[in-house]
């Protein structure tokens, strides 16, 4: 499923993902993907929205009003936004105590938690959601805007990876990530790959 969704939308050879980057490897797990004001971020955890949905797993995206999520480019790369459920929140706490109600509802297989650079999550906050992702096998994804020298969120981080963009081949550019922190596995680890870039994206 996800060699098809490569082939159709990005226009490349079947996608060889390792697990290392695929949804099994969150489930379950509360996880931050961070990087600066470039699109890499997102555009790879679009990635993992897509498999979610080709694997009929609900997916809900909290958000905040200045985030880059821009419903056309999700559109452009194959997502069904009719079944992406999208919430607006004002700051980080209110935007975690929504991930609190989505989570206790055990309805969803991805949450995504889109803070940009808002990520002042109280410790009791954190520990609550990342506590309620592994109840309920969900993949909890938390967003932030800042470099890899920057703090994890905090130490329920199961997984942190460090997402940027690395090159530019018109019309494709390289989304590559580094494990930071992996509880499970270690650090170091990379993946990257080949997308489209939004228009105008330079």
């Not at 498999?51 to 995206?61: G, L, S, Y």
């Not at 919430?87 to 297989?109: I, M, N, P, T, Y």
């Not at 954190?126 to 096998?137: G, P, S, V, Y």
């Amino acid at each position: 499923m996800k060699a098809a969704f490569s082939d159709l939308q990005r226009g490349l050879e079947p996608s060889r993902v390792p697990v290392s980057w695929g949804l099994a490897t969150f489930r379950g797990r509360f996880a931050e993907i961070s990087g600066g004001a470039a699109t890499a971020a997102l555009t790879l955890t679009m990635g993992l929205v897509a498999e979610a949905q080709q694997c009929d797993e609900p997916t809900v995206w909290v958000t905040g009003r200045d985030s880059s999520f821009y419903p056309p480019d999700v559109a452009a790369v194959g997502i069904d936004l009719s079944a992406l459920v999208v919430v607006w929140a004002q700051a980080a706490l209110e935007a975690a105590r929504a991930a609190d109600l989505l989570l206790r509802s055990g309805a969803f297989g991805l949450v995504v938690l889109d803070l940009g650079a808002d990520d002042d999550l109280p410790l009791a906050a954190q520990t609550r959601l990342a506590a309620l992702a592994k109840k309920h096998e969900t993949a909890l994804l938390c967003l932030t805007r800042k470099g890899r020298e920057g703090p994890s969120l905090g130490s329920p981080i199961s997984l942190r990876a460090e997402a940027t963009r690395t090159g530019r081949a018109p019309p494709l550019f390289r989304c590559e990530t580094l494990i930071l922190k992996d509880k499970r596995r270690g650090p170091g680890r990379t993946y990257a790959e080949f997308c489209y870039g939004p228009d105008g994206l330079s």
